[in-house]
Nanobody, 118 residues
Framework: VQLQASGGGLVQAGESLRLSCAASGDTIRRNVMRWYRQAPGKERELVASINSSGSINYADSVKGRFTISRDNAKNSVYLKMDSLKPEDTAVYYC?????????????WGQGTLVTVSS
């Protein structure tokens, strides 16, 4: 399985970005797809997730500003980020997860850097 994340960049506070994660080797619709982020000096944190049923969850810090979605036909998941804040600056990672008998499948993309200037 490969996850290719893209869409990061440098923006000013209040602007928007859309991250994309293209998956290959497995279909996203039967997995939990997640976006994580890791800011400098901080632990990686879960930002948003969407499961196989379409149930969505967000971290409190991004609720109302970020939107996760998926396109099964393109086997891709997206993270639309609006009203960006400097504290959103981080490397964003795409993750594919599915529990299986005896363990779990857990794949990570390479990360894409988002920098928000004040």
């Amino acid at each position: 399985v490969q996850l290719q994340a893209s869409g990061g960049g440098l923006v000013q506070a209040g602007e928007s970005l859309r991250l994309s994660c293209a998956a290959s080797g497995d279909t996203i619709r039967r997995n939990v797809m997640r976006w994580y982020r890791q800011a400098p000096g901080k632990e990686r944190e879960l930002v948003a997730s969407i499961n196989s049923s379409g149930s969505i969850n967000y971290a409190d810090s991004v609720k109302g500003r970020f939107t996760i979605s998926r396109d099964n036909a393109k086997n891709s998941v997206y993270l639309k980020m609006d009203s960006l804040k400097p504290e959103d600056t981080a490397v964003y990672y795409c993750n594919m997860y599915r529990p299986v008998v005896g363990g779990m499948l857990d794949y990570w993309g390479q990360g894409t850097l988002v920098t928000v200037s004040s």
